[in-house]
């Protein structure tokens, strides 16, 4: 079947609210771990993940960095405006860009009492940063379908937009997430590794990677890198519609470099593990964009993305991994760039033959999500096993709980 006539009923188990992690555990690699492969199911601790993972095998972890995206402004009347920054505005080519921005920028956002906010209306607010007075001020431009576009101006201009972001807003925490944003926050929903701003949510599954586990991986020459996938708010989206063609998947911010690719083909075939669903969807959009070089090799940059469909129309094109990650590195030879930015909005439910990835490291994710769709997809009918084994032993669910490692079942 294919996967747009899915049921999303047909994705639903009992999440009790008490299962649902409110805080990270104290050490981040305490976590549970539950370990599924050939059918079997066992359970450890992520400390020892490197024992469930063979030799030679490569991690591919998303280097993404969760930004301070809530900006909260006072309204003269005394009432309160919420900004939730999502994305950069479509004139700036990405997410790098935008956070770059000084003086002012445009950011697609989520605006909590926006009913009390009259477009063009300018909302200040006074903040101070190594000593220095700014004014940061909102302007409220347009509304659209699903968010707002606010422009976001400060004076003195100097620091960036990522700058301002950092000493003024607030981590997002995840909706189901019922609590206010405490300090710890800021260091535990960041992973270890977080390297380039631009994520409204944390990838999730790597939260519970240390340098320890770092080191055991490194001494069994386990090789890990790394993909850069900006999380957007719609990771959180509710899958309303009866069936998945009804339902308009978020597409995210991808940033490859080349040098990923090329670990991927020197191995296309090797246990290749993502380590988070955003890792997993974007190495197997890798794929995809690869296929689309072997069909049109001098496609222009702008039209090498991918829609939430596509994948799926061009399964008729049988190539090999190796063939499409191949053509890829030739057309960012030919383009003369060492790093592919786009955006991918592949959904990945089962219906989906996985290219490139093995297994999956994630945690336990909420009913009837896209997220639990991916799961599936790996898995087959194996993740209702996996999701209540977890349940009845104690398992700690959503961004803040345990995880798994999940090898795809095999055909």
Request: glycine share 6%.
């Amino acid at each position: 079947m294919h996967p747009k006539y899915l049921s999303i009923n047909d994705f639903s188990y009992s999440l009790p609210e008490e299962r649902i992690a409110s805080y990270p555990l104290a050490e981040r690699d305490a976590s549970k771990l539950l370990v599924f492969q050939n059918g079997t199911i066992k359970d450890d601790t992520y400390r020892n993940i490197a024992t469930h993972i063979p030799a030679g095998s490569l991690l591919i972890f998303n280097n993404t960095k969760v930004v301070e995206a809530r900006l909260v402004f006072q309204k003269p009347t005394g009432g309160q405006i919420e900004i939730f920054c999502l994305e950069p505005h479509e004139q700036y080519p990405d997410i790098t860009t935008g956070m770059l921005q000084q003086k002012k920028v445009q950011w697609l956002c989520l605006v909590g009492g926006a009913s009390k906010w009259k477009k063009g209306q300018v909302l200040e607010k006074k903040i101070t940063i190594t000593g220095k007075e700014i004014i940061l001020s909102a302007n409220y431009v347009e509304k659209r379908a699903d968010c707002f576009v606010i422009e976001l101006s400060w004076s003195p201009g100097t620091l960036s937009f990522a700058e301002i972001l950092h000493y003024t807003g607030a981590i997002p925490l995840p909706p189901y997430i019922k609590r206010a944003v405490e300090s710890d926050d800021a260091g535990r929903y960041q992973t270890i590794y977080a390297h380039f701003d631009g994520s409204v949510a944390a990838p999730t599954a790597g939260l519970h990677f240390t340098n320890y586990i770092f080191r055991q991986l490194e001494e069994k020459n386990i090789k890990k890198d790394f993909v850069t996938l900006h999380v957007g708010a719609g990771t959180f989206k509710p899958v309303k519609a009866a069936i998945m063609e009804e339902h308009e998947m978020h597409a995210e911010f991808i940033d490859i470099n080349k040098s990923l690719i090329e670990n991927l083909v020197t191995n296309p075939d090797g246990n290749i593990i993502a380590v988070g669903t955003t890792s997993l969807r974007t190495i197997e959009s890798l794929y995809w964009l690869g296929v689309k070089t072997v069909i049109d090799p001098a496609i222009h940059p702008s039209a090498l993305s991918l829609t939430q469909w596509e994948a799926y129309e061009l399964s008729e094109h049988n190539i090999p991994a190796k063939d499409a990650l191949t053509a890829l590195l030739k057309w960012m030879e030919q383009n003369n760039t060492d790093r592919l930015l786009t955006k991918t909005q592949i959904i990945i439910a089962p219906g989906y033959t996985l290219r490139i990835t093995k297994a999956l490291i994630t945690n336990f994710h909420q009913p009837q999500s896209t997220l639990l769709l991916l799961v599936a997809a790996l898995t087959g009918d194996e993740w209702r096993n996996i999701y209540d084994h977890a349940l009845k032993y104690d398992y700690r669910f959503l961004s803040y709980g345990d995880g798994s490692l999940l090898w795809a079942v095999q055909d």
